[in-house]
């Protein structure tokens, strides 16, 4: 869309978010941003496609928001603020409404964060979003994936599996009978408006020896995490902390794999090593488990343990 | 690609480029770096979607430099220095060898211009790649297009037109019939391999009242360039740059429209007021015309003189 590109790059983008250390945003070959003395930069880039990562024909202010958030979770889970998005944009054609919800979505969780979009790329081509978001913390303070060791906390933020099972009731693939409607709908939510873990995260710094934030599923990815530290993990499937939601839609045995394996949380997954527990009191997190020498993923359900293997999650429960 | 996705980048990515001011690069949910202290941060982002900005089944080395040039272009527009990369990659499914060569492509130019990969994406579905690059310029200093005013030269480094009949070459648009093969071979590897202009950017701090890269082609950037400067331009066909390559293969006159807005060349296109035209002796650009009071761009042929406009190159040469 060579002509209008830049009319609706204009109209819809030019004003989301403002802030004073953007000393040129969109409309020049790049912008011009001023960092704050004395802070380490974090950079931060994730995807969406159409028919991947949402189903196709969903709300463009649903695909807008998430776009965004997915990134604004990468920033907090490595414990920085977020301060500025790019936004490089394919889509198969220049549809005014389509990108007029897109932007709200976009924009809404943009100013709510603090976040100045101060540049983009729009091309036609199947639909397709990657947004790269940029952030400061404190030198040196970044909370990585490396830093968990043996014997170390692992805690999860909210309550994850509501957005798979959200994902699942968009899908029709959970029919959500028997179950009062606005559950329905906050399950649903979870899904198409996550919320960025943004101000925990930064609390996290200096608390959490390790942090990862759950996009792929809780069990993955904290065995990612666990693995980076050089160890394994162990998590006690009875302290999943379920929502009344998700257990009402989907029964206790799907609620616990949702919230194992589903993905789509956004929330986060840190761990603590003992002398630190007493910070997290009256904090939006509950301990799951802890981590282990041995390497991989285990689930302990009272006394049994199993082994946690991607391939393998329908081996749970047994 | 969930499982793969890990081993890939790991194995392709990880070791692209090498620069003491990442903190943590590849691997993380985020990269950390640290920026150097007194400069702007140089924020760009552009996106290639196959059969729109490449054609299909295309070189992967050249789809991976391409990536990457496009956006150093940018870069150098700036009048900034590159540091840091992030890669968006969707790809259809992990074929080893495109991968190889891709990351071949991309990672050669990025140690040639001295540009850590420092995070990414890998996904699943239409091919499409969107890099982001980060750069620095010294504090206010960076080349805006804004600054244009009438009266100033207009330039344009080394010999536009080439990389667009480059592209006809390999769609088969243009026979090259009767060229020499090395110099069909030339053209098309503008296309291919364009080298972006990063030296010379960095050099035109100071000197440079505004400054462009030309993507989309000449006449529509410097269009674009007037336009933020609230001026217009007039360029003398007669003093285009066209190199023998693009005359053999095209003839004089469609020479002339490859260099006028044939698009795809990454050599920059900047003004300078007439008391620093002394500064740029000897260097590889050429003066072309000037800033005018008269918005819109006019193409001057000895006494004719043409309006361009977007839609109408084929009102050119009348």
Redesign the interface.
């Known amino acids: 869309m060579?002509?209008s590109e830049?009319a609706l790059i204009d109209r819809y983008f030019r004003a989301v978010g403002v802030r004073a250390d953007v000393?040129?945003g969109v409309?020049?070959?790049?912008?011009?941003?001023?960092?704050p003395?004395g802070e380490?930069?974090?950079?931060?880039?994730?995807?969406l496609?159409?028919?991947?990562?949402f189903p196709p024909a969903s709300d463009p202010a649903s695909i807008g928001h998430r776009a965004l958030a997915v990134n604004l979770s990468?920033?907090a889970?490595?414990g920085?603020t977020p301060a500025?998005a790019?936004?490089?944009l394919?889509l198969p054609r220049a549809n005014e409404s389509w990108l007029a919800a897109f932007a709200r979505g976009f924009g809404d969780l943009a100013r709510a964060h603090d976040v100045q979009l101060?540049?983009?790329?729009t091309?036609?081509?199947?639909l397709?979003i990657?947004v790269?978001v940029?952030?400061f913390?404190p030198?040196?303070e970044?909370l990585?994936?490396?830093g968990g060791r043996a014997g170390d906390s692992v805690f999860v933020t909210g309550t994850p599996g509501d957005a798979a099972c959200g994902l699942s009731l968009l899908q029709g693939r959970e029919s959500g009978r028997g179950s009062p409607p606005a559950m329905l709908e906050a399950l649903r939510r979870r899904f198409l408006f996550p919320q960025p873990r943004s101000g925990i995260g930064v609390q996290l710094r200096g608390i959490a020896s390790a942090?990862?934030?759950v996009s792929?599923g809780l069990a993955g990815d904290l065995a990612?995490l666990a693995q980076?530290g050089g160890c394994g993990a162990e998590i006690d499937v009875a302290l999943l902390p379920l929502s009344d939601a998700l257990r009402a839609c989907a029964g206790e045995d799907a609620a616990e794999q949702y919230a194992l394996t589903g993905g789509e949380d956004y929330e986060l997954c840190f761990t603590v090593p003992p002398a630190r527990l007493g910070a997290l009191r009256g904090w939006p997190c509950t301990a799951i488990g802890h981590l282990v020498e041995a390497p991989g993923v285990r689930l302990r359900r009272g006394h049994n343990v199993i082994e946690f293997s991607?391939?393998g999650f329908d081996h749970f429960g047994g």
């Open positions: 060579p002509l830049f000393r040129n409309g020049d070959d790049g912008a011009v941003l001023v960092p003395p380490d930069l974090v950079a931060v880039v994730d995807t496609v159409e028919g991947v990562h990468d920033v889970a490595m920085a500025w790019l936004l490089a394919t101060v540049g983009g790329d091309t036609s081509g199947p397709s990657t790269q940029l952030g913390v030198r040196g970044a990585l994936r490396t942090c990862i934030d792929d990612k980076a991607h391939s």
